[in-house]
């Protein structure tokens, strides 16, 4: 049975992918931040808990793993968010926090399970990424940003893992029916203001937005792409 960890497990595409794999047979390890991961249903299905922004809850988690497993042989780097906001009023504290969810955060869990893959010459590593990484879309120019990094991530890290037969993949979604308008956004206050400059952007976009989203297709085609892979 092989051992997965997923990061951001507990809603949207995190947690359907957890527990698709869970129910397929795999030994599934679903971070959670918080006590919601008690609300995913799987037979093989472990909550843990994982804050992609804590270096020692990384830590923690991945060598409570591997004393109970002994390996980790799949890592699905999926925590993330999306900042709604201008480039001109995104504050330094967003900024700052987009990135280092969705970018350093991915690179700090791959950093500590990286070794444990290596020394086994085995693994298989998901970043789950966006159409998003490929062009761009206003009002989103920092959820952007950070999944144009991840890509340049994916490509890198694939030529330094290849020696140890560790593949690399990145899954590029795109707007399909999730909870990802209510808990996977974080909305700038002022650009969102009645008298921002934006007003008529913002207006025109969002809801044009939401409605593609809630209008999407079903996401579970991505969690069975990711077990195909």
């Not at 590029?172 to 956004?185: A, D, P």
């Not at 008529?200 to 209008?215: C, S």
């Amino acid at each position: 049975m092989s051992v997965v960890l997923i990061t951001g497990a507990t809603s949207g595409m995190g947690k359907l992918t957890a527990e698709l794999l869970s129910k397929s047979g795999y030994c599934v390890y679903a971070g959670t931040r918080d006590s919601e991961a008690k609300e995913i249903d799987g037979a093989t299905l472990k909550p843990i808990y994982l804050d992609v922004t804590k270096t020692r809850s990384i830590q923690d988690a991945v060598a409570h793993i591997m004393a109970q497993e002994g390996r980790i042989d799949v890592l699905i780097n999926n925590a993330g968010y999306g900042l709604l906001s201008t480039v001109e009023d995104a504050t330094d504290d967003e900024m700052f926090r987009q990135f280092d969810v969705n970018v350093l955060g991915l690179l700090k869990v791959t950093r500590a399970v990286l070794p444990h893959m290596r020394q086994a010459r085995h693994g298989v590593i998901i970043n789950i990424s966006s159409f998003l990484g490929k062009m761009g879309l206003p009002l989103l120019t920092h959820y952007n940003a950070s999944k144009y990094a991840v890509e340049g991530i994916t490509d890198s890290l694939r030529f330094e893992t290849l020696p140890y037969n560790i593949r690399v993949h990145a899954i590029e979604s795109g707007l399909f029916r999730t909870n990802f308008v209510h808990k996977g956004l974080a909305v700038n206050a002022q650009t969102t203001a009645d008298d921002s400059p934006y007003k008529a952007l913002v207006d025109h976009f969002v809801p044009m937005v939401a409605k593609a989203i809630n209008d999407g297709p079903d996401p579970q085609p991505i969690a069975q792409a990711v077990k195909a892979i």
